[in-house]
């Protein structure tokens, strides 16, 4: 099984979404999955032009010459890929986004109705790479995903895809903590990242108990809330003492 993670966070191999990522390849890697993580922030990717050329001109290629074209081969080539982001404004990151955007030279331009009437785009290709969606955010609560849930569902249907597994985090920003009394719950966080891409490669899917441990809060919102905004204050008062 060949998976590509495509992390389309600003911070790149800092981020958040990094470490979630490399944790559940690796589980992938050690149950016999090919395994890589893309990191779009270093990748040269323009805005889709809306040309269309990519449909009537050149079908299946974009005429934009950038790092897009090796990217879509590693999509068209993977049996799953992995759209990881932070959550920005309630979506996709904009450095994710413009790479989905660019993916529109996988699909045929003419429109077909699939199994609900719902209209969409005809294939290009035999098989395309499921998805998993793996995504975190700064505040506390599971409900801030929800529109990236729906979105990465649509976007699926319209390229002949289903989303297979979703992992989201809320209150990201603790799996960077240096707090030591954090340092058992993030491992344990970890250990639970590895088994679901074990467990995803050797079942096809991540077992209920395993996304269970993964939804849980790593500490209550509240607690986070205190701890953030006292961490807000400690930043902005050194302002004050500069000023
Ligand atoms: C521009 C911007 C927009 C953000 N929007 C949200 C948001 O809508 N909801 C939220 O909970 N966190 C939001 N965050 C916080 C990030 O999701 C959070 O810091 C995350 O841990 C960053 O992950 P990364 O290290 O993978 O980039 C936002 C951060 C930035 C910089």
New binding site residues.
Partial sequence: MRITAFNG???GK?????IMVSEFLEGATAAGAETEQIFLSEKKIEHCLGCFKCWVATPGKCVIKDDMAELLEKVITSDVVIMA??????GV?AILKVFMDRLIPLADPHFEQDENGEWRHVKRFEKYPKIIVIS????PGQE?FQAIKLHFRRMARNFHSTVVAEIYL?C??L??SPMLVLKPIISKYKKNLHRAGKEFVVDGSISETTARKLRKPLISGERFIKEANSHWDRLLSKLDDKN
């Fill in positions: 966070s600003s911070r800092k981020s958040n979404t990094g982001t932070p959550l920005y404004v309630d990151t975190n955010c700064g505040m801030h809320d990201g920003e799996l960077r």
